[in-house]
């Protein structure tokens, strides 16, 4: 069974598209195929995959409010075995589109569906916002992996996006289910960090990864040359981090 999962939390600066690019790639290293389905307006984890975005012909806009097929909006990325549905700055105006739209929160759902069969591993990047992109983001999922900064207030907003999570459980996805939690910009020599691990344990116990991805340059670099760190400088920490996610994330979905 394809797993569809979104990479969310609604505080921006987590370190969220980091991840599910970093994760796509270090996932597809290992054989499996994997689509990124960009749900940001930002556009970050396009521009991160080596897509001009001045340049995409359809986008995650086209998919949720122009009815295009989301095969005809799926291109190849930088990085082996990963392709994307790209978006740039249009999908900001879907939030007013889908509005009036029928059955909006299933839009992204009914897209997946025509080509979740061609892939082992779908991750959506979800906008910093509890937004109807987001809603959508979770209806179509089966998991969810929450990335939360090593740093003071990581818990912030938490407890909001849970009890999203449990509305969309209820009234829309009864399947959806948190795969983990990941701690990112993780400095385990100050005591802030240590302190910010046990509350995150505490509260998510046996859902935290054992991963923690550290602060490390060459990850913040790896955006800026269109690659995703296990191909710009995978022997780096965070290089390797990411790929010690992978394995737990393949092992989970087992």
Do not use: W
């Amino acid at each position: 069974m394809t797993r569809i999962i979104s990479v969310v939390n609604q505080k921006g600066g987590v370190g969220k598209t980091t991840t599910v690019v970093s994760l796509c790639a270090a996932i597809a290293k290992k054989k499996k195929k994997v689509l990124l389905i960009d749900l940001d307006p930002q556009g970050n984890a396009t521009s991160g995959m080596g897509i001009d975005k001045s340049e995409i012909e359809n986008s995650t806009y086209d998919v949720l409010v122009n009815d295009v097929p989301m095969s005809e909006a799926i291109v190849p990325t930088t990085a082996k075995n990963v392709s994307i549905c790209p978006t740039n700055i249009n999908l900001a105006g879907a939030e007013v589109e889908l509005v009036s739209a029928m059955s909006r929160e299933m839009i992204l759902k009914n897209a997946i569906d025509d080509v979740k069969d061609d892939y082992d591993f779908i991750f959506i990047d979800c906008p910093p916002s509890l937004s109807i992109l987001t809603i959508n983001g979770l209806t179509a999922s089966t998991d969810i992996i929450i990335p939360i900064q090593g740093e003071y207030y990581a818990l912030e907003g938490v407890s909001q996006l849970n009890d999203t999570i449990n509305i969309v459980k209820k009234k829309l996805n009864p399947k959806l289910s948190i795969l983990g939690v990941v701690l990112t910009m993780f400095d385990r020599r100050t005591q802030l960090t240590r302190q910010v691990k046990d509350e995150v344990d505490n509260y998510f116990e046996e859902k935290v990864f054992k991963t923690t991805i550290p602060r490390n340059v060459r990850l913040a670099e790896a955006p800026s040359h269109g690659k995703a760190i296990s191909d710009y400088d995978p022997s780096s920490k965070g290089g390797k981090a990411y790929d010690d996610l992978a394995k737990e994330v393949i092992k989970r979905c087992k």
